[in-house]
């Protein structure tokens, strides 16, 4: 059974940059797409970028031009990089992926952007 497990999150200041990682382990047979979730205090989960495969991916309109979303197909890993951060970017983000036929879920990172 595959699991994902989230790194990377931490405390930074406005205008900074911080990097998410997600790597997915056990017993594999088949990834498909990967992307992050982030949910705020008080608010559903939603949507933040997707990547399948092949490389194509797909921004939430309020990160687009901020974050990047990549993988690496041979780690089994997907990643995040997010520059000038805003405090409305203040979240628990997850690692979200098709993995053995099933959409997964990772545990969750803290990302907490002060003003």
């Known amino acids: 059974q595959g699991q994902l497990v989230e790194s990377g999150g931490g405390l930074v200041q406005a205008g900074g940059s911080l990097r998410l990682s997600c790597a997915a382990s056990g017993s594999i047979w088949s990834i498909n797409v990967m992307g992050w979730y982030r949910q705020a205090p008080g608010k559903q989960r939603e949507f933040v970028a997707t990547?399948?495969?092949?490389?194509?991916?797909n921004y939430a309109d309020s990160v687009k031009g901020r974050f990047t979303i990549s993988r690496d197909n041979a780690k089994r890993s997907v990643y995040l990089q997010m520059n000038s951060l805003k405090p409305e970017d203040t979240a628990v983000y997850y690692c979200?992926?098709?993995?053995?036929?099933?959409?997964?879920w990772g545990q969750g990172t803290q990302v907490t952007v002060s003003s």
């Open positions: 979200n992926a098709y993995v053995n036929a099933r959409f997964s």
């Open positions: 990547i399948t495969n092949g490389g194509i991916t």
